[in-house]
Every structure is written in structure tokens, then in C-alpha cells.
């Protein structure tokens, strides 16, 4: 069941800047089907309400103190949870070099700082529903900028070949197609797009859109 079936989507906010929180509250609190209901100054206070809430998508700022976005998007969605959070990451393309550990850290997605209401909104509603938000504008520039500056993914290679079409939605993941689009630009049903989607997961061992992005620029898929 997606929140969809179940009210407003719950999203917690973590900022170490009060006028930023202030914000993004705002701008999303005015969004139909989304409700703020809490705030967090620093890392160790957002994993704790986070846990305590269970918010249906944790929007972090990477810089904060006690502990940082990344550090929190690990503790909440790592690969060692066991129930892992939803968690969005905010940063400044420019001056932030910690993308990628992020990523690696279990975010679902993450936006610049200066998103507009749109962008926001649609990255929370994504990630609240098991998907990521994959901008072609600004996810797949940064996939690219920063994949291959971390270490080597532990399976260069898929467990089991992709097929024609595995290889086709791949691509499309990576340039920040959602569902819908590939459907369309494909010829296909959306249910066969996610059967593709959760299949080509399964083969090379990721866990959502994001990795699909990062493992496809990893293996020299789509050219940077």
C-alpha cells in the first residue's frame, strides 16, 4: 500500500539553518497530499525523530552538525537496515562534494538547493511511493560528475545476463526517465516497465532507481 492509499504524505525536515527548514516547509505544506510534521537542526536529532515518527520521506540537508546528512541517510536507510527510510537529500552542486557517498549511503534521490516547488514536490512523492526522483537535468549530471570518485561496486557485472530490453530501461533510468515516460517512449505497459525495472534490480544487485543510475555510469553503460 502506498501513502497514496493512506492520506497525506508525512515528510520530516532536517536543516541546520532555521530560514531554510522555514522554507522548505512552506513550499511544502502548500503542496496538495503532503503535511511537514517535524523539523531537525542536526543529524543526530533527525535520525531520532525519524525513528521515533517514522516520517513517510526524510528531506536532509548534508551539512549539519553531530552528525551530517550522509552519516543520517545511513543510519535511516543504509544497507544494513533492516526497514529502511526514505530519504532525499538537498545540496549545493557547486560546493558539495559529498554526492556519491550519499547515494552509497541509501538516499533515494536527492535535489539542489535551489529547487524550485515543483522539483520538490515531485522528489517527495517519488520517493514516498518506492521510487526516486532521476531529473535528467540535475540527477544524471551528477551521477555522472561524481561516479567512479568512490570506490569500485563490489559486482562490476550483473548476476545474470541483461536482456535486449533490460539494457534498453537501463539506459532510460540512467537519463532520468520515470515509468511513465519509458512506457511511452517504448511502446510498453507500466506494469511491464516495473516488472523490467524490479528484474534488471534483482541482476545487478541494487536496491532502487538511483543505483540503477549510478551502476549503469559505473560499468561504462552511458558515457559521461
Same mark, same amino acid.
Given at each position: ?12 525536515? !532536517? ?6 527548514? /522555514? ?15 517535524? &523539523?531537525?537542526?542536526?543529524? @543526530?536529532?533527525?535520525?531520532? %525523530? ?25 543510519? @535511516? ?14 545540496? $549545493?552542486?557547486?560546493?558539495? &562534494? ?24 515531485? !522528489? ?14 540535475? /540527477?544524471? +549530471? ?6 567512479? $570518485? ?5 559486482? !562490476?557485472?550483473?548476476?545474470?545476463? %541483461? /536482456?535486449?530490453?533490460? &539494457?534498453?530501461? %537501463? @539506459?532510460?533510468?540512467?537519463?532520468? +526517465? ?21 528484474? %534488471? ?9 538511483? &543505483? ?6 559505473? $560499468? ?5
Amino acid at each position: 500500500m502506498t501513502t497514496a492509499d493512506t492520506g497525506a504524505i508525512k515528510v520530516m525536515v !532536517a536543516d541546520d539553518q532555521e530560514i531554510a527548514r /522555514t522554507g522548505l516547509r512552506m513550499i511544502l505544506d502548500a503542496q496538495p497530499g503532503i503535511e511537514v510534521i517535524a &523539523e531537525a537542526g542536526d543529524g @543526530l536529532r533527525a535520525v531520532e %525523530l525519524a525513528r521515533r515518527l517514522r516520517p513517510d520521506v526524510c528531506l536532509f540537508d548534508i551539512r549539519m552538525p553531530r552528525c551530517d546528512g550522509i552519516e543520517a541517510t545511513a543510519r @535511516l536507510a543504509g544497507p544494513d537496515v533492516a526497514d529502511p527510510m526514505a530519504v532525499v537529500v538537498i545540496t $549545493t552542486f557547486d560546493l558539495d &562534494e559529498y554526492v556519491y557517498a550519499a547515494l552509497r549511503a541509501g538516499a533515494r534521490g536527492f535535489l539542489l538547493k535551489d529547487a524550485g516547488p515543483d522539483l520538490l514536490s515531485q !522528489a517527495v512523492r517519488a520517493a514516498a511511493n518506492g521510487d526516486a526522483l532521476i531529473a535528467p537535468s540535475i /540527477t544524471a +549530471r551528477l551521477l555522472a560528475a561524481f561516479a567512479g $570518485t568512490g570506490p569500485a561496486p563490489p559486482q !562490476a557485472q550483473p548476476i545474470e545476463a %541483461l /536482456t535486449d530490453r533490460e &539494457e534498453q530501461i %537501463l @539506459l532510460a533510468v540512467a537519463r532520468g +526517465r520515470t515509468n511513465n515516460e519509458i512506457a511511452d517512449e517504448l511502446h510498453i505497459s507500466l506494469s511491464t516497465v516495473k516488472s523490467h525495472v524490479a528484474s %534488471l534490480m534483482t541482476k545487478i544487485g541494487v536496491r532502487n532507481r538511483v &543505483e540503477v543510475a549510478m551502476w549503469a555510469f559505473e $560499468t561504462k553503460r552511458v558515457a559521461r
